[in-house]
């Protein structure tokens, strides 16, 4: 008897072993009751295509893979407040991609389908994927493997609404290839001519949706099998959807902490939350990709900062305002609002404190700290402490998770970054021009 139950047992934790194994490989599968919701995976996640991070980063506290992240945020900024385009050089042979600290959806180009990783970015509009040949790209799309791909010509509408411009010649007898520049994360560019193909969202199939086609790229934050464009913008995914999406889409990002698990990408009006608290979504002419939203100001505690409204007022001429962006890594406000947060921060908590990397308020994780509550216009979003504070592995050191825009960034933008925006459903509503955001476990 005694011998049955250990085998018994036995048995037993092979098949908890493998039902185990089976719940992390669907963590990974693609929802199968909603075809319009599509994994959301942390670049560095076990559910992720792309290689493992560098050792360095792997064995590091997630305070130090954060900074690690966040290093090409500076740069992002910069994108973010400019509209001039970087020049264009070819990209070197086995280049290194994987700069990015993005989040990444499955999704399927072409006929027959050919599947990609694409970087999931709200403040950009035309869509790319590196093709064939592409020298370095990690995995590159076929044009001649699709029955269903085409070229598009500098006389199409798309041609003039590429951002950065396009590059078509004066003359010629026949309409040239529609090509184009552009910029990306401040100190990357790509040069891509614009095509059309089948795009596959789920069991969504959306014909002759307009990307660029990546011939080359310079710089090291190209995203290696390309991006996925969630701005608002004529070129961008939601543009290209109107009658399938009717302008919404909503996502819940994963923590960085979240190795093993996915969030989601939930596009158009179906399946959205029945009740979420929104903020009215303020559009700048000047820079229409961008979610410009109307922060009135921040609490930490009970104190609400005190700030110049005209550091948080919304300003078309100037860029000024504040963004909600899916690609920054940690919040950053300008110095006077930063500052000030800070300040109040340090007073509640009483130190003392130290600097590491990209945050300057760091301190023994035994002290008791204030939540950040972020009010807009509308609706008071109180930051879950993982998001407002970020700790190290060892479990002395917790920091302030945002920052005040770098020095050598003339910035008049606040960003709402995705370490803040971690196990919230953000949603995303351009028809009725409004934000929504509600507490949900993403992971």
């Known amino acids: 008897m005694a011998r049955l139950t250990t085998v018994f047992l036995f048995l037993s934790l092979l098949l908890s072993s493998a039902a185990a194994a089976d719940a992390a490989a669907d963590t990974c599968s693609p929802p199968s009751d909603d075809p319009s919701r599509l994994s959301v995976i942390p670049i560095y996640s076990k559910c992720s295509p792309f290689p493992p991070p560098p050792p360095a980063v792997a064995t590091s506290s997630l305070l130090d893979t954060v900074n690690h992240l966040a290093a090409k945020d500076p740069a992002r900024l910069t994108s973010l407040i400019s509209a001039s385009a970087a020049a264009v050089a070819p990209i070197a042979p086995g280049q290194h991609l994987l700069n990015t600290a993005n989040y990444v959806v499955r999704v399927k180009l072409g006929s027959p389908a050919q599947t990609f990783a694409m970087v999931l970015d709200t403040s950009s509009d035309a869509s790319f994927v590196p093709c064939s040949p592409c020298s370095g790209a990690a995995a590159a799309f076929s044009p001649n493997a699709s029955s269903t791909f085409g070229s598009l010509d500098c006389s ?14 004066a003359t010629g007898p026949e309409p040239a290839t529609c090509l184009f520049n552009q910029s990306y994360g ?8 614009l095509v059309t193909d089948s795009l596959t969202l789920g069991n969504d199939v959306v014909p002759g949706f307009a990307f660029g086609c ?16 969630l701005g608002r913008g004529p070129l961008s995914l939601l543009s290209q959807t109107g009658p399938l999406y009717s302008g919404v889409f909503s996502y819940c990002l994963p923590s960085f902490r979240s190795y093993y698990f996915s969030g989601s990408l939930k596009l158009g009006p179906v399946g959205q939350p029945k009740s979420i608290r929104t903020t009215p979504l303020l559009k700048n002419p000047h820079r229409p990709s961008l979610y410009y939203v109307n922060l009135t100001g921040i609490s930490v505690g009970r104190v609400r900062v005190p700030v110049d409204p005209k550091s948080l007022a919304f300003d078309p001429s100037t860029g000024a305002g504040t963004v909600i962006d899916s690609g920054t890594v940690i919040t950053r ?20 404190f130290s600097s590491l990397g990209a945050f300057d308020t760091c301190f023994g994780e035994a002290a008791e700290a204030p939540a950040i509550t972020l009010r807009f216009e509308g609706l008071n979003l109180t930051l879950p402490m993982e998001n407002s504070l970020i700790h190290s592995s060892s479990g002395t050191v917790a920091c302030l998770s945002m920052a005040a825009a770098p020095n050598n960034v003339n910035s008049v933008l606040n960003v709402i970054a995705n370490l803040q925006q971690q196990n919230l459903r953000i949603l995303f509503d ?9 507490r949900e476990l993403c992971n």
């Open 156 to 169: 199409v509408a798309q041609c003039s609404q590429v951002r950065g411009g396009s590059s078509c010649p």
């Open 430 to 438: 351009v028809k009725n021009s409004v934000v929504g955001i509600a």
């Open 214 to 229: 990546v011939r080359s790229v310079s710089g090291g934050s190209i995203p290696p099998q390309g991006l996925l464009g």
């Open 333 to 352: 406000f300008v110095e006077p609002v930063y500052a000030a947060i800070r300040d109040e921060f340090r007073k509640q908590v009483k130190g003392p």
């Open 186 to 193: 401040g100190d990357s560019s790509l040069s891509a001519a």
